[in-house]
Nanobody
C-alpha cells in the first residue's frame, strides 16, 4: 500500500504565497513515483489538474502557469508545490497524486483524477481577497 501525506495548507491573502508538500511512503517502488502531481477541487466543482511532473516533463494547468512551481526531491518521494501570486479562485482542497494509470503520449497525465491510483487526504487552501 502507498500513503501520500500532504501538508502546508492554510489561509492566505490574495497576492500571497503558500508552499504545499507531499510525501509518499509504503510500497513506493515500480512506477508509483514515475508521475506525481497536484490536483485541486473547489466547492461544487470537479477535481482539476494543477501540476504534474515526471518522465522528464512538467505540466501546469493554464490558470496556474507562471504562478505555481512543482518540484521533486532527489529521492523522488516528495513533491512540493510553490504557489505564488495567489488568487481567490485558487481556493480549494489540494490533493497529491501518484501512481499513474495512463500516460498521454508517454508523458504524465493531468487530464483526470482517474489517471492516478494513489491520493492524499487533501489539504485546504483558502485565499481571501
Amino acid at each position: 500500500q502507498v500513503t501520500l501525506v500532504e501538508s502546508g495548507g492554510g489561509s492566505v491573502q490574495a497576492g500571497g504565497s503558500r508552499r504545499l508538500s507531499c510525501v509518499a511512503s509504503g510500497s513506493v517502488y515500480g512506477d508509483v513515483t514515475a508521475c506525481m502531481g497536484w490536483f485541486r477541487q473547489a466547492p461544487g466543482k470537479e477535481r482539476e489538474g494543477v501540476a504534474v511532473t515526471g518522465l522528464g516533463a512538467t505540466f501546469y494547468g493554464d490558470s496556474v502557469e507562471g504562478r505555481f512551481t512543482i518540484s521533486r526531491d532527489i529521492a523522488g518521494n516528495t513533491v512540493d508545490l510553490q504557489m505564488d501570486s495567489l488568487r481567490p479562485e485558487d481556493t480549494g482542497t489540494y490533493y497529491c497524486a501518484a501512481g499513474p494509470r495512463v500516460l498521454i503520449g508517454g508523458r504524465c497525465s493531468m487530464r483526470s483524477d482517474s489517471d492516478y491510483r494513489y491520493w492524499g487526504q487533501g489539504t485546504q487552501v483558502t485565499v481571501s481577497s
